[in-house]
Structures are given as structure tokens and as C-alpha cells.
């Protein structure tokens, strides 16, 4: 028994330390991605492309670990929840891995064309981004409940972000209709990054069950962190 209990902690911390590997490379895609577009640098917007699939690996590395936790050590209480929470977590971090690369893809086809505009607002919200997952990152390793409820509150002005470039971007198309491919590509890489909040959230969610066992899912979080 007391060999079966430190193999599974053993396990455990295997599985914090990919979660923590997975975290960090995801959090580094979304740097190099808006990078890429800032700078115009397309051969970085392909290493973003060529990293996806070692996030992607790292995603079935985990699931499979988890899936044989739950089947040879069959954990209850705390330790169940912080395992299934892990399979839920590396699903939201894949899928943030995922937008990154989109918006590099956006950036290889946008470095083709002349510039539209300074690229002022998209650094902002990547750096937004990049703080709102950090934090949820955060959160989970400390599994601080308060710190994840306060970080969903962030979300929302990258929402603000969002509305006020695709409003820029909408006058630019009215006036010359010639820069509305342009245009859209800025509109889906802003809308990317707003997704990329809404993973990170979810992931601060998945730390308060983890951490008190209450689900706070499509609850409404104030200004002021409260659910």
C-alpha cells in the first residue's frame, strides 16, 4: 500500500511538472505570435507553427497519464479533483496553443501584403493575454481560489480591446474598401486573442473547483473578482 501511495505521488508530481512544461510553451506562442506580426518576421510565425505539435504531444502525454491514475490508484477526494481538473486544463491550454497559431498563420499572410497600420493595440491585448493566462497559471499551482475568481474579472477589458480595434478596423474598411482583407485578418487575430481570455478563464474556473470544490461556471464575475 505505502508503495502503491509513492508511486502515485510520484505521478503526481510527473504530471504538475508537464502541466507546468505545457504552460510555459503556450504561454511562449502567444509571445512569438503577435512578435511575428509586430516585427514581420515569418520565419518566427513558423516556429510558432512547428511548436503546436510538441503542445500538442505534451496534451495526449497528460491525458494518457491521467486516464492511468484514475484506473490503477482509483483517487478520491482532492487528489480526483485535481486530476480530472488537469485533463480539463490541458484541453483549454491546447486550444489557446491553437489560437496562437492561428494568428501566426493570420501573420504570414498579412507579412505579404503592406502594412495596414501601425500595430499598436495588438501587443496590448497579446500582453493582456499572456498576464491573464499567467495568472490563472499561477492560481492553479498555488490552487488559490481568490486569485483565479479575481483573474476572471480581468477578462473583461480584453474584451474592451477587442471592441475598440474592430471598431478601427471597420472605419478604415468603410473609407477604402481596398483595405478590407487586411482588415479582417486584424479582426480575426483580436478575436483570437479575446479567445485566448476566455481559455484562460476557464482555466481559473477549473482552480476554484479544484481548490474548494465549487463550480462557478457560466456564473457572472463582478469588476471586483466576486462570483
Known amino acids: 500500500m505505502e508503495r ?4 502515485f505521488d510520484e505521478q503526481l508530481g510527473q504530471l504538475k511538472e508537464k502541466l507546468l512544461r505545457m504552460g510555459g510553451l503556450t ?3 502567444i509571445e512569438r505570435s503577435v512578435r511575428c506580426l509586430v516585427e514581420r518576421d515569418s520565419d518566427l510565425a513558423r516556429q510558432v507553427l512547428d511548436s503546436d505539435d510538441l503542445i500538442d504531444q505534451l496534451d ?9 491514475m484514475l484506473a490503477l490508484h482509483q483517487p478520491v477526494a482532492d487528489e ?3 486530476v480530472t481538473t488537469a485533463m480539463k486544463l490541458t484541453t483549454d491550454l491546447e486550444r489557446i496553443a491553437d489560437h496562437a497559431a492561428n494568428i501566426a498563420e493570420r501573420a504570414l499572410e498579412l507579412n505579404e501584403l503592406p502594412q495596414l497600420k501601425p500595430y499598436v493595440d495588438m501587443p496590448l491585448m497579446a500582453e493582456d493575454a499572456q498576464r491573464i493566462l499567467r495568472l490563472s497559471l499561477d492560481a492553479f499551482v498555488r490552487q488559490d481560489a481568490e486569485a483565479a475568481t479575481a483573474t476572471i474579472a480581468l477578462d473583461a477589458g480584453l474584451n474592451r480591446r477587442m471592441e475598440q480595434i474592430f471598431r478601427e478596423l471597420l472605419t478604415y474598411m468603410v473609407e477604402d474598401p481596398s483595405t478590407t482583407s487586411r482588415a479582417l485578418r486584424l479582426m480575426f487575430i483580436a478575436k483570437y486573442f479575446e479567445r485566448i481570455g476566455d481559455m484562460a478563464k476557464n482555466i481559473c474556473e477549473q482552480v476554484v473547483f479544484l481548490a ?3 463550480v462557478i461556471k457560466h456564473r457572472r464575475v463582478s469588476a471586483e473578482g466576486q462570483a
Open 4 to 7: 502503491t501511495k509513492r508511486h
Open 80 to 82: 480526483l479533483r485535481f
Open 60 to 68: 495526449n502525454d497528460i491525458d494518457e497519464m491521467c486516464l492511468e
Open 27 to 29: 504561454e511562449q506562442a
Open 212 to 214: 474548494e470544490g465549487r
